[in-house]
């Protein structure tokens, strides 16, 4: 089966707040689902929000920084490393494996041996497994206050049953040798997560369904001033930008389906909240091939090579006999 319909959603979570952040996004699984979306995608970082009050907050010690940081911290998911009855995606998870869908979803995930942040972004399967945990290599900016850097692992495309979707976090997308690792993984579907998806960050999502000659869900965040803690209103619409405004939306969605000839099969959805459907056939993927195919006939393997190191970065490593 080639034909597919998926689903972006461009609907706010429930800042710093990762039970209810859960619950709303399960009720958003399940929209898509009655919908028919067997693919459902969230964008960047959508547990439990996009720090950007750390590119407004970058001195050195300073008090309010440290008050969000530990906040988002304990509203950050552990992946893996506890027992199933404290894994507290069980309920995404649940949906998953009840309603048959695969989930990708943005987060901030906590490492579970410290106090370290990734940006991530989860691949759940319709077992409700993971099927794939890839974190932002190189956060951008002030966004290195916030998350560590993270390692390839995760740089790969998985099997699904709507096919091999693979992942990158913003400006991932100009880093030329890890999309050139990820095409060469076989990835159908990319899911490009934004936290905004201004005309540049649409310029890569496209340029990348082009390149790779694949189908991108380009995810962008839906959120307002009033979605935020009334407290954290200012320092966050400081982080966004001087022009932010200070009622109403900050993160205007501009989520968008684009086919591997590089043309919108969606458009980018605007202003309002909801889930973005589109409907994509992946024989189109094999007809693009004709005159590119950037791990085949264009890749001139025997000039170029590339290694990648997929191993997980632990730091600490303890060997018992």
Known sequence: ???????????????????????????????????????????????????????????????????????????????????????????????????????VIGLNERSGSGGTLYNSILTIGPDGSTLNLHRKLVPTHSERIIWGAGDAAGLRAVDTPVGMVGGLVCWEHWMPLARQALHATGEEIHIAAWPETSDIHQVAARSYAFEGRCFVLSAGLFLAVEDLPETLREPFRIGVGPEAPTSGLLFDGGSSIIGPDGNYVVEPVRGRQGIVLGDIDLSAIDRAHHDLDVVGHSARNDVFELKVDARRREGVVVQRD
């Not at 440290?66 to 911290?73: D, Q």
Request: aromatic content about 8%; hydrophobic content about 50%; glycine content about 4%.
């Open 1 to 103: 089966m080639t034909h597919h319909t998926v689903a972006i959603v461009q609907y706010p979570p429930v800042v710093l707040d990762l039970k209810a952040s859960i619950a709303r996004a399960v009720d958003h699984v399940l929209e898509a689902a009655d919908a028919g979306a067997r693919l459902v995608v969230f964008p960047e970082t959508w547990l439990t929000c996009y720090p950007a009050w750390a590119f407004g907050m970058a001195g050195w010690d300073d008090a309010e920084a440290r008050h969000w940081h530990a906040r988002l911290l304990a509203e950050s998911p552990v992946i893996g490393r506890r027992a199933d009855s404290e894994d507290e995606l069980a309920d995404l998870r649940a949906v998953a494996a009840n309603r048959q869908v695969t989930i």
